[in-house]
Each structure stands twice: as structure tokens, then as C-alpha cells.
């Protein structure tokens, strides 16, 4: 299949993203203890490596359609290597940075999505921002379970003085 130009040039962007990304959670894996986050890195591999065939289809111009992007709970999971020999602090440390990376992966494929000219290629970058979310929500639980997230909330007389500010808007 044949793409639009600016197709192409956006799908070529994020091979090395991912490339580089797929490398490094190797290298993170490596220092890794705890099991759970264990699983997170090599379901981030996982859906990694899946976003690279589909593009890689998507490149391929001898074929007329792309393979569908699997679901997220169909994502073979990689068996990364790994030393055991990681500390809970680094845990901690490993589970901040793929949360952050997984965070602005998600928000490039939705970027990206929405400056995408074929259809088919548009909603499949939506749907693989989709799953870059869902890891990160499961990154975020990992981290609140390990007490490395903090949220602040706001108060109620704070979030009161919006709604006073904002209440003309629910009248006009």
C-alpha cells in the first residue's frame, strides 16, 4: 500500500523512537528485582515490538492492507533478561522512567494520529496511544503500590472558587 508523504515521514519518525526505546527497557530489565515490575517491562517490549511490525507493514509497499494491531491483552510478552541484582530504590527509579517514557509515546502516537492522512493509519496510531495508556496506568498502580507516586490533591474551597468563576458558562 502506498501512503500519503506525510504518512511516511511520521511512521519513519518513530522507528528509532521505538528502536531506542526497546534497548534501553532491555538495559532497565537488567537491573530490575522485583517481579511485577518485571512484567511491566516486558509487556512494554511486547507492545513495542508489535507497533514496529504493524508499521513496518504499513511501509511495506507491496502489500495491499497492514495486520491489524493485536489487542492488549494479546501482546506476547518478551522474556527480557535479566540480573536480579536491582535494589527496590531501582525499582522505583526504572518504574518512574518507563512511565515517563511511556507517557510521551502515548502522547506522540496521538499527535502524530491527528496529523495523519490515512484512516486506517490514523486510528491504528489512536489505538496504540490507547495501549501506551493503559501500560502507563498499570506503571502508575505499580508505583502508588510502592509508594513512589504522590498526586496532590487540591482542596474543596479551591476547586469550589472554579466552579464559582466557571458557573456563568452552564446559564449563557
Known amino acids: 500500500m502506498l501512503l500519503p508523504a506525510s504518512d511516511l515521514g511520521l511512521i519513519t519518525t518513530h522507528l528509532p523512537a521505538h528502536d531506542g526505546m526497546i534497548m534501553k527497557v532491555k538495559l532497565l530489565a537488567k537491573e530490575a528485582k522485583d517481579e511485577k515490575l518485571l512484567e511491566l517491562l ?3 517490549v511486547g ?12 511501509l511495506d509497499p507491496d502489500k495491499s492492507e497492514f495486520e491489524k494491531l493485536p489487542g492488549f491483552d494479546e501482546i506476547p510478552e518478551d522474556q527480557l533478561e535479566t540480573t536480579t541484582r ?7 527509579h526504572i518504574a518512574m522512567e ?30 496504540m496511544a490507547l495501549q501506551q495508556v493503559q501500560l502507563l496506568n498499570m506503571i502508575t498502580e505499580f508505583l502508588k503500590e510502592h509508594e513512589a507516586d504522590v498526586t496532590p490533591l487540591g482542596t474543596p474551597e479551591e476547586q469550589k472558587k472554579v466552579v464559582d468563576h466557571f458557573s456563568h458558562m452552564m446559564e449563557e
Open 42 to 44: 516486558n509487556k512494554k
Open 47 to 58: 507492545i513495542m515490538r508489535s507497533h514496529v511490525r504493524i508499521m513496518m507493514d504499513m
Open 86 to 92: 536491582g535494589t527496590e530504590k531501582m525499582d522505583k
Open 98 to 127: 518507563i512511565k515517563a517514557s511511556t507517557e510521551a509515546m502515548a502522547k506522540d502516537n496521538f499527535v502524530s494520529a491527528l496529523k495523519m492522512k490515512d484512516p486506517k493509519v490514523k486510528q491504528t496510531h489512536v489505538d
